[in-house]
């Protein structure tokens, strides 16, 4: 039976996971979706890197689930707003996580779905699940090959990546 924090985790797996699929349009970073993402964080949006901007968006949506904010003591929806990520570096959640006293955990820990996950190569994404010395993510701004960069990313996908790539992960819900 899963725990009240793991089935309020699991629907940001599923937030993340419904995005699967989105691509990059007109351009390199670019297209409406990717500017939707790019909203969630401080910077106006542009052509930039936005891997962390589709986590912040995730995060912003799964804050709008009353369960989500009583869960972690938010009083209403401006709450849950100041006190949600939108940071648009993938380093900066680490920060971020240490500033709201969240857990953060190396890649010697074990993962759980709806983790956010920092990787060494300065990229994010969210846990969907775990496999032996693998992990399942969503990633924003990746590709079908795993590559993270403002070039070669170009959407939204579901990947499996091995653990030693893991700088750390952040848990939203112990």
């Not at 590709?143 to 960069?149: F, L, Q, W």
Request: hydrophobic letters at 40%; aromatic letters at 8%; glycine letters at 8%.
């Amino acid at each position: 039976m899963p725990s009240p924090s793991e089935l309020l985790l699991s629907k940001l797996v599923t937030i993340a996971s419904k995005e699967v699929g989105v691509r990059e349009t007109g351009g390199n970073n670019r297209g409406a979706r990717v500017e939707e993402y790019q909203q969630a964080t401080w910077l106006n949006p542009a052509p930039w890197p936005w891997c962390a901007a589709f986590t912040s968006w995730c995060l912003r949506k799964w804050l709008q689930e009353p369960q989500v904010m009583a869960a972690l003591k938010l009083r209403d929806n401006v709450a849950a707003q100041e006190w949600r990520c939108r940071d648009a570096s993938a380093f900066g959640w680490e920060k971020w996580a240490r500033a709201r006293k969240l857990p953060v955990l190396d890649e010697a820990q074990p993962a759980r779905p709806g983790d956010i996950v920092i990787f060494d190569f300065s990229h994010i994404g969210i846990v969907t699940g775990k496999s032996g010395k693998s992990i399942m993510t969503v990633e924003g701004n990746t590709n079908g090959k795993g590559e993270r960069d403002s070039v070669s990313g170009d959407g939204v996908w579901a990947k499996t990546r091995k653990v030693e790539l893991v700088k750390c992960y952040v848990r939203l819900l112990p």
